[in-house]
C-alpha cells in the first residue's frame, strides 16, 4: 500500500551498530504498529501506538525502541544489533474511527529486510 | 493464552479451481475481528477479507469468502476460481479485546497454483 512507506527496504548491519527503521503514512491514521516475521513464522508486535503520546511494548520489545514523531511518522531503533534481529520488518498502520466498517483493520507498508551479521 | 492454528502449512490447487484455507483460535470473548491477509513473493502484506464476530453472514470479495462458525471458533477462507496470481502465504488474523485489540497472527499457510 503506497499510502505506508518504509525506509529503508533493504539494510545489511554489523553486530553492535546502531540503527533506524522509518515508517510513513499519508493514510491520516492514529494508530501505528512495528512487526517482525521471521521465516515460516507470522508476524510479532515489537511496539505500537495509538496516538503521538501513546506508546505501547509488544509481544517482542526487547533491544528495540521506538519513537512516534508526529502522527505520520513512527520510527524503530535497534540500539545495539544483533544477529538473532535479522529479520523482515513491517510497520502497520489503522484507524478504528476512519476505517469504513469500523473494524480497524491494518494497513501495511513494503518491509523492510534487515541483516544483521 | 489465545492462540490462532493453521493446520495446513502448505496447499496446493489447479488453476481454476477452488481450494480452502483452514484456520481455528482460541478466545473466550463474544466480540472480535477476523482477518485474512495475503503475502505473496513481494512480501508486501495484503488484506484479503475482513469479518465482524457479531455478523452472522458470511463476509465474501469477489473471488474470496469466508466460512466463519463462531461455536467452532473456525474461520476458513474459499478462494473461487484460482488464478496463478493467488499463490502467495496466506495468514489468518483475529483481533479482539483482550489482546488490546493486536492481531494474534497464525503461522500461515503456502498456497501453490499448478498451471
Known amino acids: 500500500d503506497a499510502d505506508v512507506t518504509q525506509t529503508p527496504r533493504n539494510r545489511i548491519t554489523k553486530t553492535g551498530k546502531r540503527i533506524m527503521l522509518e515508517c510513513s503514512q499519508t493514510?491520516?491514521?492514529?494508530?501505528m504498529y512495528w512487526y517482525r516475521q521471521d521465516p515460516g513464522l507470522g508476524l510479532r508486535l515489537i511496539y505500537y501506538?495509538?496516538?503521538?503520546?501513546?506508546?505501547n511494548k509488544g509481544e517482542i520489545s526487547d533491544g528495540y525502541s521506538v519513537s512516534r514523531q508526529a502522527q505520520a511518522k513512527f520510527s524503530l531503533s535497534l540500539e545495539s544489533a544483533i544477529p538473532n534481529q535479522t529479520a523482515l520488518y513491517f510497520c502497520?498502520?489503522?484507524?478504528?474511527?476512519?476505517?469504513?466498517?469500523?473494524?480497524?483493520?491494518?494497513?501495511f507498508g513494503p518491509g523492510t529486510r534487515l541483516t544483521v551479521l | 493464552a489465545q492462540t490462532v492454528t493453521q493446520s495446513q502449512p502448505e496447499m496446493s490447487v489447479q488453476e481454476a479451481e477452488t481450494v480452502t484455507l483452514s484456520c481455528t483460535y482460541d478466545?473466550?470473548?463474544?466480540?472480535?475481528?477476523l482477518f485474512w491477509y495475503k503475502q505473496p513473493p513481494s512480501r508486501q502484506m495484503i488484506l484479503v477479507i475482513r469479518?465482524?464476530?457479531?455478523k452472522q453472514q458470511n463476509a465474501t470479495e469477489n473471488r474470496f469468502s469466508v466460512n466463519f462458525q463462531k461455536a467452532a471458533k473456525s474461520f476458513s477462507l474459499k478462494i473461487s476460481d484460482s488464478q496463478l496470481g493467488d499463490a502467495a502465504m496466506y495468514f489468518c488474523?483475529?483481533?479482539?479485546?483482550?489482546?488490546?485489540?493486536?492481531?494474534?497472527w497464525g503461522a500461515g499457510t503456502k498456497l501453490i497454483i499448478k498451471p
Open positions: 502497520a498502520t489503522s484507524d478504528p474511527v476512519l476505517d469504513s466498517q469500523s473494524t480497524d483493520t491494518q494497513y
Open positions: 493514510k491520516g491514521h492514529d494508530r
Open positions: 501506538s495509538f496516538d503521538v503520546k501513546d506508546i
Open positions: 478466545t473466550s470473548e463474544s466480540d472480535y475481528y
Open positions: 469479518q465482524e464476530a457479531y
Open positions: 488474523a483475529p483481533h479482539w479485546r483482550d489482546s488490546n485489540y493486536q492481531l494474534i
